[in-house]
């Protein structure tokens, strides 16, 4: 999408992240003004000391002309300071303002937003592109009103000293002005190729680091090498283009200012040799001053300019995010403190994609207190089920209820903690044991998690850990074995208390070791509460009070493992069979 050259939608959007901070940016705009008038001051106080204290000798005019100097360029460095520091501080409390409302508003999307979101963008969304943000007002809004503001008082103590030397500024800025603004065209075009290109550069790298493993199971080093490098260096020419430009623009800026300089000490000198009383020796030294401070912002206006535009192009990426309507309904007004664990699907359709059904109208009930297994092919519609027990998907029709009331009746808070999860793919933050466990809930203490980890077997293990539950895991849990995740896993359910527990696939792919420890935790864990229990092996579920068989998002057969084995050429039968005689 191609930006505006300035969109005053998205620039009014984020003004009014800057209402709180109401008195600090009528500071900065105070500053920028005293800024301009000291900034101006100096070179007239210049002329006045050369033409009414050097020329005629007066030392002690001098000196005090000298001091005055002085202090106002004390008050201008003041200016300055304050000017800058509060800019960029505004520029970091907005940033922390929209950054903080773009993540809780990430924290409610539903599951499906993330199906197809890459996590490259949003990251980019989320770091770099805030930090754009900030430059509206550190380098952007501020610098360039502070730049206008000190060129107009420039421009007004110039036609009071000598409007004769100031119409050869006048004839030089325009000639600059048409400068400035091709430069600022080419680098608007510049910039948002430079930014699409740092996006692409950082999904590749954050999807190729996450999926390491597999670039060398596969021996994809080499190709994926390549492909970074042709990533990157579209990368590098988009910048150097930026660089191409700057270097054209700045040599061009420089003589101009150097001509128009030139012309001012050529036209002002035979002036002041043919006598003209008009012009004198203190205009010749005070215009040196104000050509650099006219020019200078003038030319360094459109580099501003472009850091405004960099960091609305930003936000108006942001804003996407944060106008994306992608979040689950949470219009219950019922807080269940526990449930008792009755569920029941009434006629449940869902799919993912639209008029793809991989839930094709289910009736299922679990009495409260129950276990219940769900077995069936990949693709079934097991993992389906409790994504919708939990909300983190709408279902498309059908009702589902919890002892006796349907779940859009609950706060989504509130029954969400009240359904445990354990997944097959463990996910632990970079943190200590302790923390993935509590997930820094502060109502969850240290000695209950010990407790809890006794009850269920798992507390020799944890001790046996350099630094016990202190232990750092390490980003997604490195620092230990799937079996161990697992186990953690299973104490971050349990110490939640909740009144419905669910384990998908949460005995897969571990060692002998971890899942007697697991088996152990199992009957630990699912004892008195409603639980469903997902699983491919069918060892595991045996026990279960219902046993559930999905096939191609229905429900085929349903009953006691004895009494599905007695269905002759069942579904539930045949794979029973299948298994057992592949292990025997």
């Known amino acids: 999408m191609k930006a505006k050259a300035f969109d005053t939608i998205v620039f009014k959007r984020i003004l009014k992240y800057a209402k709180p901070y109401k008195w600090r940016f009528n500071s900065v705009i105070l500053f920028a003004i005293f800024l301009s008038i000291f900034a101006a001051l100096r070179p007239y106080l210049l002329k006045l000391?050369?033409?009414?204290?050097?020329?005629?000798?007066?030392?002690?005019?001098?000196?005090?002309?000298?001091?005055?100097?002085?202090?106002?360029?004390?008050?201008?460095?003041?200016?300055?300071?304050?000017?800058?520091?509060?800019?960029?501080?505004?520029?970091?409390?907005?940033?922390?303002?929209?950054?903080?409302?773009?993540?809780?508003?990430?924290?409610?999307?539903?599951?499906?937003?993330?199906?197809?979101?890459?996590?490259?963008?949003?990251?980019?969304?989320?770091?770099?592109?805030?930090?754009?943000?900030?430059?509206?007002?550190?380098?952007?809004?501020?610098?360039?009103?502070?730049?206008?503001?000190?060129?107009?008082?420039?421009?007004?103590?110039?036609?009071?000293?000598?409007?004769?030397?100031?119409?050869?500024?006048?004839?030089?800025?325009?000639?600059?002005?048409?400068?400035?603004?091709?430069?600022?065209?080419?680098?608007?075009?510049?910039?948002?190729?430079?930014?699409?290109?740092?996006?692409?550069?950082?999904?590749?790298?954050?999807?190729?680091?996450?999926?390491?493993?597999?670039?060398?199971?596969?021996?994809?080093?080499?190709?994926?090498?390549?492909?970074?490098?042709?990533?990157?260096?579209?990368?590098?020419?988009?910048?150097?283009?930026?660089?191409?430009?700057?270097?054209?623009?700045?040599?061009?800026?420089?003589?101009?200012?150097?001509?128009?300089?030139?012309?001012?000490?050529?036209?002002?000198?035979?002036?002041?040799?043919?006598?003209?009383?008009?012009?004198?020796?203190?205009?010749?030294?005070?215009?040196?001053?104000?050509?650099?401070?006219?020019?200078?912002?003038l030319r360094q206006i459109a580099d501003k300019f472009n850091e405004m535009q960099m960091g609305m192009i930003s936000a108006n990426r942001v804003f996407e995010i944060l106008d994306t309507k992608e979040h689950i309904q949470d219009i219950g007004t019922i807080e269940a403190p526990t449930f008792e664990g009755a569920i029941e699907f009434k006629d449940v359709k869902f799919s993912y994609i639209d008029n793809e059904e991989v839930i094709k109208g289910i009736n299922l009930s679990v009495q409260s207190g129950q276990t219940i297994a769900i077995v069936g092919a990949t693709g079934a519609g097991k993992t389906t089920i409790i994504n919708l027990l939990n909300r983190f998907y709408e279902i498309n029709s059908g009702k589902i209820y919890i002892d006796n009331q349907n779940i859009h009746d609950y706060t989504l808070d509130s029954l969400r903690k009240q359904i445990a999860v354990v997944l097959q793919d463990v996910f632990l933050f970079a943190d200590t044991i302790l923390n993935n466990i509590t997930l820094n809930n502060p109502e969850i203490t240290r000695e209950q998690v010990v407790t809890a980890a006794k009850k269920i077997g798992v507390h020799e293990f944890i001790n046996s850990l350099p630094g016990g539950y202190d232990y750092n895991v390490k980003e997604r849990g490195v620092m230990l074995s799937s079996g161990q995740r697992q186990l953690i896993a299973f104490l971050r359910a349990y110490v939640s208390n909740p009144s419905i527990l669910i384990l998908d696939e949460a005995t897969s792919s571990i060692d002998m070791y971890s899942e007697e420890l697991i088996q152990q935790a199992t009957e630990t864990i699912t004892k008195g509460r409603t639980s469903i229990i997902i699983a491919h092996r069918l060892a595991t579920i045996m026990n279960a009070d219902k046993i559930v068989v999905m096939d191609k998002g229905l429900i085929v057969e349903q009953g006691t493992h004895q009494e599905l084995l007695n269905v002759t050429s069942g579904y539930y039968k045949n794979l029973y069979d299948s298994q057992f005689q592949l292990n025997s």
């Open 49 to 297: 000391t050369v033409d009414d204290y050097i020329k005629t000798h007066d030392q002690v005019g001098l000196l005090w002309y000298v001091i005055l100097m002085g202090i106002v360029l004390i008050l201008e460095v003041l200016s300055n300071f304050f000017f800058v520091y509060w800019a960029n501080w505004l520029g970091q409390d907005i940033v922390k303002d929209v950054r903080v409302k773009l993540f809780k508003h990430m924290l409610s999307f539903k599951m499906k937003y993330y199906d197809t979101a890459p996590v490259g963008q949003l990251i980019t969304r989320s770091v770099s592109d805030m930090e754009s943000i900030a430059k509206i007002f550190s380098q952007g809004l501020f610098m360039i009103a502070s730049d206008l503001l000190k060129m107009i008082v420039i421009l007004f103590f110039m036609l009071k000293e000598n409007w004769k030397l100031t119409i050869i500024v006048f004839i030089a800025m325009p000639i600059l002005v048409f400068v400035t603004r091709i430069f600022q065209r080419k680098m608007q075009v510049t910039f948002e190729e430079v930014r699409n290109q740092i996006a692409n550069l950082n999904t590749f790298v954050q999807e190729r680091v996450t999926g390491m493993k597999i670039v060398q199971l596969f021996n994809r080093e080499n190709i994926e090498y390549e492909k970074f490098k042709e990533i990157n260096n579209k990368h590098k020419n988009a910048w150097v283009k930026t660089i191409l430009y700057n270097s054209i623009f700045f040599p061009i800026a420089d003589i101009i200012s150097s001509l128009t300089l030139g012309f001012i000490v050529l036209y002002g000198g035979f002036r002041i040799i043919d006598g003209d009383s008009t012009t004198t020796f203190g205009d010749i030294f005070s215009y040196t001053m104000y050509i650099g401070m006219l020019f200078n912002p």
